[in-house]
């Protein structure tokens, strides 16, 4: 099955400043890499996502790049404001979806005053 | 996300007890998830189902059951099989297997 790994754990940053989390997978068949952030005790919201036939996607702030060759890809965040803090979680899902979304062990970022 | 309803919030457990967790979409999707979810790790997949009257296992299915007899629902037992249930239990659903997943609020499950 896939297999996502995530890094870093944890990241601080000052508020103003890049944010940078990646992540690789080992299935060169998954298609789909969304990502969630999740505020402590609520649900994960997705915030981006990108599909395997392109290789980068912005959002305003939020930008997320996929490099299918190394089979990793990243989510960028600029400016950062306090409401980024969070943990945020990368997925990849493969087999057509038929083996669900595998989830990284997320990363908390922590936006510095 | 406001189409999916998990309840209860809280859940407690007694010893050699059976709970069931429920999960309501409105959203008219196929694919209903569930994942546990552990202090410092992500989230693991339990069950999920494609349509209605079929589901499959995920990675942690022991000690868990579910059911799908209708579109809107996805309830998720823990049976007394599951010997360490405290977690965060998310309910996601999709269009389909290969759509964004869109999740509840989640139930948190604690033993007595």
């Known amino acids: 099955g896939e297999n996502v790994e995530q890094h870093p754990s944890t990241l601080s940053v000052q508020e103003g400043d890049s944010a940078v989390i990646k992540c690789t997978y080992s299935?060169?068949?998954?298609?789909?890499f969304p990502w969630y952030k999740q505020e402590l005790g609520k649900r994960p919201q997705l915030i981006i996502d990108i599909r395997s036939n392109v290789g980068e996607k912005k959002d305003q702030r939020i930008a997320v790049t996929l490099n299918k060759t190394a089979k990793h890809f990243s989510l960028h965040i600029t400016e950062t404001q306090p409401e980024d803090s969070a943990v945020y979680f990368c997925a990849a899902i493969s087999g057509g979806g038929a083996d669900g979304l595998t989830f990284g062990k997320g990363t908390h970022l922590i936006i510095q005053p | 996300d406001g189409g999916i309803t998990q309840s209860p919030k809280y859940l407690f457990r007694k010893e050699g007890q059976n709970v069931t967790l429920s999960c309501e979409q409105n959203l008219n999707h196929d694919a209903m998830y569930w994942y546990r979810q552990d202090p410092g790790q992500g989230l693991r997949l339990i069950y999920y189902s494609q349509i209605v009257n079929d589901f499959q296992k995920g990675d942690i299915a022991e000690g868990y059951s579910v059911s799908r007899e209708k579109k809107e629902s996805f309830p998720l037992t823990v049976t007394s099989a599951q010997k360490n249930p405290t977690a965060f239990y998310l309910c996601a659903s999709s269009i389909n297997l290969n759509q964004p997943q869109h999740f509840g609020d989640g139930t948190r499950l604690s033993i007595l």
């Open positions: 299935d060169s068949a998954s298609n789909y």
